[in-house]
């Protein structure tokens, strides 16, 4: 059972397309993150997010976090070729959900690759 | 900017034998933990460490696996006997205080390949 579902798994588009990517998931999270990981490296941190309907700004990238802390989404404005990675989100699930201290659940990812 | 550093980046070991994988935290950071990716996967948590002793492992930590800080910089991940099916990514990971996920720092990883 996938706790965290990324969609979609793949996505290929030109140099200055808007795009979103998304995380989606049954259960509530009490903090859900976004990290990119290039290959051969680890995650590299984004975003944390905490408040139900929260949305945080980085730069051309948006992300938001749904009010019933179930879901998620990562918006880039006018892509560019240095955001090509995978994409993934993480979220520590409550105590009360079956989650621990702080162990963090991962989706899958997004592959995501910009053409020049 | 602080970093989480992890030694060797690549490591190849024979079935049975064991391994240690070292990482050394940001410098005041408090609370440490260990991950996996299997190639193609997705990353999973092994094992989480806070005064200096396990506060949190999942159930792929069994008893081949344990964790120790030898020192006041170094936390280590020991794997007692390798199996072909631990060969994976691992990544450390520390934050400065239990549930901070602001903080949340990973290391480059090892690759592990167990042949």
């Known amino acids: 059972t996938q706790l965290l579902e990324q969609s979609p798994q793949f996505l290929s588009i030109q140099e200055g397309e808007n795009l979103t990517v998304y995380c989606n998931s049954s259960?509530?999270?009490?903090?859900l993150q976004w990290y990119r990981q290039e290959p051969g490296e680890g995650p590299v941190l984004l975003v944390t997010?905490?408040?139900?309907?929260e949305v945080k700004k980085l730069k051309r990238l948006t992300f938001q976090f749904g009010d019933a802390r179930k879901d998620s989404s990562l918006h880039i404005t006018a892509a560019q070729p240095g955001d090509t990675g995978l994409y993934l989100c993480?979220?520590?699930?409550?105590?009360?959900?079956?989650?621990?201290?702080?162990?963090?659940?991962f989706g899958k990812g997004t592959h995501l690759i910009i053409q020049p | 900017e602080p970093e989480v550093t992890q030694t060797p980046s690549h490591q190849v070991t024979q079935m049975g034998q064991e391994v240690i994988l070292r990482c050394v935290p940001i410098?005041?950071?408090?609370?440490f933990y260990w991950y996996r990716q299997i190639l193609g996967q997705k990353v999973e948590f092994l094992v989480s460490?806070?005064?200096?002793?396990?506060?949190?492992k999942s159930e792929i930590f069994d008893d081949q696996f344990s964790v120790e800080r030898p020192d006041g910089s170094n936390f280590t991940l020991k794997i007692r006997s390798t199996k072909l099916e631990d060969s994976a990514m691992y990544f450390c990971?520390?934050?400065?205080?239990?549930?901070?996920?602001?903080?949340?720092?990973f290391g480059s990883g090892t690759r592990l390949t167990v042949v």
């Open positions: 259960s509530v999270f009490s903090s």
């Open positions: 997010v905490v408040t139900g309907g």
């Open positions: 460490f806070y005064n200096n002793e396990i506060s949190e």
């Open positions: 990971a520390s934050s400065s205080y239990p549930g901070d996920t602001f903080s949340y720092t």
């Open positions: 993480a979220g520590v699930l409550p105590l009360d959900s079956g989650g621990g201290a702080d162990g963090l659940t």
């Open positions: 410098s005041n950071h408090l609370y």
